[in-house]
């Protein structure tokens, strides 16, 4: 899997919207940009997932830059829930599945 | 959505005892699945991805003969620590993918995760 950089740690007011960035700058054309997050003492979950277009579900937006070198998931009203760590990661089409995990960011909400 | 069961939740066990983990996936099939190990305040790290009717491939470093994989079905996944000892003490997650999703624009389901505690 192609590298991605993110920050080790955020911060961020609950109730406000939070934007993790993620720099991917040797992503191929193949490569679909995923995030999971891992809440203490569980497994991880996923996020959001997308390859060219922006994308939005119940729990997150994802915004993709238009050369696709980064991306940044929008949390748009941070709950204290939301507290977890957050990965990156690039999956390409049809290659094997196994993820290898960054160490992602870790995002504090605080009261 | 698809869930990934992992089971127990957590063990505690003696040195030099075997300790199986069990990752089921609920509601797809999965022919291959991953194991990971995570120490405290790390990444997950891949030991090995679990091969449906084959045998598993282990990740640099990572020992067979002490963490044995079996995928006998395609719902099931077994990862045993043999000969336990203190240092094998860590939280170990399973993941999954249904086989009928596309590799890549395909979300992977991950178990709750084991905390497994050797003393």
């Known amino acids: 899997d192609a590298k991605t950089t993110q920050p080790n740690s955020m911060e961020s007011n609950e109730e406000e919207p939070v934007h993790l960035p993620c720099n991917h700058s040797?992503?191929?054309?193949?490569?679909?940009i995923h995030w999971y997050r891992q809440l203490p003492s569980q497994g991880p979950e996923y996020v959001i997932h997308g390859l060219t277009s922006n994308v939005n579900n119940r729990m997150a937006s994802l915004a993709i830059a238009e050369d696709r070198k980064s991306s940044t998931l929008i949390l748009h009203r941070a709950t204290l829930r939301d507290a977890a760590v957050y990965y990156c990661i690039l999956k390409e089409v049809n290659r094997d599945d196994k993820i290898i995990f960054g160490k992602g960011t870790r995002l504090h909400i605080l009261p | 959505g698809a869930v990934v069961s992992q089971h127990p939740s957590r063990v505690i066990c003696k040195s030099g005892t075997s300790v199986k983990i069990e990752c089921r996936s609920l509601d797809f099939q999965a022919t291959t699945m991953f194991w990971y190990r995570q120490f405290p305040k790390q990444s997950l790290m891949l030991m090995a991805t679990s091969n449906e009717g084959s045998k598993a491939t282990y990740e640099q470093g990572v020992e067979k003969d002490k963490f044995l994989i079996n995928h006998a079905s395609l719902t099931l996944s077994t990862l045993t620590v043999t000969s336990a000892h203190p240092e094998d003490s860590s939280f170990y997650i399973c993941s999954a993918r249904d086989r009928f999703g596309l590799s890549g624009n395909t979300e992977a389901f991950f178990g709750q995760g084991t905390r497994l505690t050797v003393v």
């Open positions: 040797t992503i191929s054309g193949t490569d679909y």
